[in-house]
Every structure is written in C-alpha cells, then in structure tokens.
C-alpha cells in the first residue's frame, strides 16, 4: 500500500528495495537518514530508548517544525498500524 503511493509520488523503486536495509544503503541521504533513525526509534521506544546521539542528529537536520511534523506523521502511521494489528486487518 504504501510503496504504491511513494511511487505514484515520484519515489524510486531501487530506493524502496533498499528501504529495509537504511543503514547500509548509499541511497539516502544525511537528512533522510536522520528521519529513518527517527521513525525507527519512535516506532520501537518499547524496546530502545531514544538515545541523546538519536535525537541531536534528528534535530541537526530538521527545524523544530518540521521535527515536529515528522513526528506526528510517525506518531499516526503507528497509531494506524496498531488499529489494523489489533481489529486484524
């Protein structure tokens, strides 16, 4: 569902093959890494806590507007994936 909308919305399918590999992956950039990093840790916080290097990074890319922005997009896919996960869509 959500590959089909990025690449109606321009994105490359080399980079959504690659997408699961982030880390390792030259296709991203400094910025983009930094939102993955982001989502990733808000995403698992059950599990890892959001370490200070997470969240200068994070901050060090994005304006605290646009922090905030990415955080409640993050924050909404989550709540949406547990709506599903839990109503067994």
């Keep these: 569902m959500h ?4 690449r109606r919305d ?3 399918q080399s980079r ?4 699961s590999a982030w880390r390792e992956a030259s296709e ?4 983009e890494r930094s939102a993955l990093g982001w989502a990733e840790v808000l995403t698992d916080i059950a599990h890892k806590p959001v370490s200070d290097q997470v969240y200068r ?5 994005f ?15 989550n709540s949406w994936n547990r709506m599903a996960i839990g109503f067994r869509f």
Excluded: C, K, Y
Excluded at 16 to 19: G, I, M, R, T
Excluded at 28 to 31: D, H, L, N, V
């Design 28 to 31: 991203f950039s400094a910025r």
């Design 57 to 61: 990074e994070v901050s060090g890319n």
């Design 16 to 19: 959504l093959d690659v997408l």
């Design 10 to 12: 321009g994105e490359q």
């Design 63 to 77: 304006t605290d507007v646009e922090l905030v922005s990415l955080t409640a997009v993050i924050l909404q896919i």
């Design 3 to 6: 590959n089909d909308e990025a």
